[in-house]
């Protein structure tokens, strides 16, 4: 059974077996978790996740297990814990993920690894085994279903971070192999998640990270007391792979190449997750890089611009909404983000917010700068190139083409990117993502950040305390 083999894996691995590579890699996600999720918090989602998660338990657990919920004063029970701060941690399209594996795995992993960590006051260094180990775990799976699965209509981070959060909570709880499998069984059949609701405008995809975490976490709980779960969930012939990956009933698993995968386990390149600068969806980045590029070229003179044409390649060129309704639209507007880059020159969440405040998703706006946003939408075109399409998920290429008016000599530019801000070939640095957390949340003592340094060395009962100082 394939489960049966990273189940092995998730017990054996210890601490000692990463790399200072994979090391650094976490601690700087863990930063970035934190910066994203303490902003996150106090969007309209989180507000209403929380909410909800009082109406319905009321406190009332009897339970020495309690863990936080960032960036509030509240502590909780683990499951809610790992909940709120899973929706958090994605509602502002600013968390980690994976080109490859195409799912979104510090949102769910450091949600499930805190809650858990926190309430059994755990080292640092057993937070990190769970932490490498979700991220290996989360990485090999994704590869494996992708892009089949995306292409289904699934999303990946509810999906197989299911699985994640499994493997994190069984990791930490220190389940053997049989108690680990059955929990990957039961983290199986209640992944989940669709992408409709990603392109339908709601609040739905966060959804999708919180409820990983939170069934994840039930899983194993569940498997530690007994409760049992199908060990041939993924592979099995009304299983993962048949009903939610391949398009041919008839598939051979030969075709999943599982023991060249098996033979990789513990070996995945953490280092190749991805940090995101703006709060639109990963597949829309490298065309806000391009056009910051050619905004850089024509300043402020983007009145000037008669017409605007994308090329990239079809799963982006697919985020083609040019009248979105609401924020959680607006996160997927290729053409929005493009014409916002031109006329702002600056893509984050107070410039967003501002632009909606002045009537940016309105009818109407006496704003100059929302209007000409909303004139450069009206003339834009995107196009799904066959060569880009081809480049694709190895690269994410994007090529802006602007064409001017006479007062600029009907000039045309134009700029490709073929690998976003924040991939580990164009990455970020340690001190940009300080900076992110600072422009996202700038009445917090960064000083407090420094305790992630020294991770090792402190409980994470206290690694929280200071967090939340």
Do not use: W
Not at 26 to 40: E, N
Not at 324 to 333: A, I, M, T
Not at 445 to 451: A, C, H, P, R
């Amino acid at each position: 059974m394939f489960l049966q083999n990273i189940s092995k894996f998730i017990s054996n691995y210890r601490y000692e077996q990463a790399t200072v590579e994979s090391v650094s890699t976490v601690k700087a996600a863990f930063l970035d978790f934190l910066g994203v999720t303490y902003r996150g918090m106090g969007e309209e989602a989180s507000k209403i996740a929380l909410n909800t998660v009082e109406e319905i338990f009321s406190g009332n657990f009897n339970s020495n297990l309690r863990a936080s919920i960032f960036g509030t004063n509240i502590k909780t029970d683990i499951l809610s814990a790992a909940f709120v701060n899973g929706v958090a941690a994605h509602v502002l399209e600013l968390d980690d993920g994976h080109r490859g594996a195409q799912l979104h795995l510090g949102a769910v992993i450091f949600p499930t690894a805190l809650a858990i960590s926190e309430a059994y006051d755990l080292s640092g260094k057993e937070f990190l085994e769970g932490v490498i180990v979700g991220y290996e775990v989360g990485i090999l799976l994704g590869k494996i279903v992708n892009p089949e699965h995306r292409n289904k209509g699934f999303h990946t981070t509810g999906t197989i971070g299911t699985f994640v959060a499994g493997a994190v909570a069984s990791k930490l709880l220190k389940l053997d192999d049989e108690q680990i499998l059955n929990a990957l069984g039961l983290c199986g059949t209640q992944a989940s998640g669709l992408l409709e609701s990603d392109h339908g405008g709601s609040m739905g995809k966060v959804l999708h990270v919180g409820k990983a975490a939170y069934n994840g976490i039930l899983s194993a709980f569940l498997a530690r007391n007994g409760f049992t779960g199908s060990g041939t969930i993924f592979e099995g012939d009304e299983g993962f792979l048949k009903t939610m990956v391949v398009e041919n009933t008839d598939y051979n698993m030969d075709d999943f190449s599982f023991e060249t995968v098996l033979k990789n386990i513990g070996k995945v390149r953490v280092r190749d997750i991805y940090f995101k600068k703006y709060p639109f969806c990963r597949h829309i980045h490298s065309s806000i890089d391009t056009a910051l590029k050619l905004k850089a070229s024509i300043g402020d003179e983007y009145d000037h611009i008669k017409n605007v044409a994308i090329k990239t390649y079809s799963v982006a060129a697919e985020h083609n909404n040019f009248q979105p309704k609401n924020l959680e639209e607006l996160k997927q507007s290729l053409p929005y983000a493009v014409a916002i880059s031109l006329v702002v020159g600056e893509v984050s969440v107070d410039s967003i917010n501002q632009l909606i405040e002045y009537g940016l998703l309105d009818n109407y706006s006496t704003v100059d700068k929302v209007n000409s946003i909303k004139n450069l939408v009206n003339g834009m075109i995107i196009i799904s190139d066959d060569k880009l399409n081809e480049l694709y998920p190895a690269k994410r290429p994007s090529n802006v083409i602007i064409k001017l008016d006479e007062n600029f000599r009907n000039g045309i530019f134009q700029n490709i990117t073929f690998i976003p801000k924040g991939d580990f070939e164009n990455p970020f640095k340690l001190r940009e993502l300080i900076d992110k957390f600072k422009d996202l949340n700038p009445n917090y003592d960064v000083k407090n950040l420094t305790v992630i340094d020294s991770l090792e060395d402190y409980s994470m009962n206290y690694v929280v305390r200071k967090l939340n100082e």
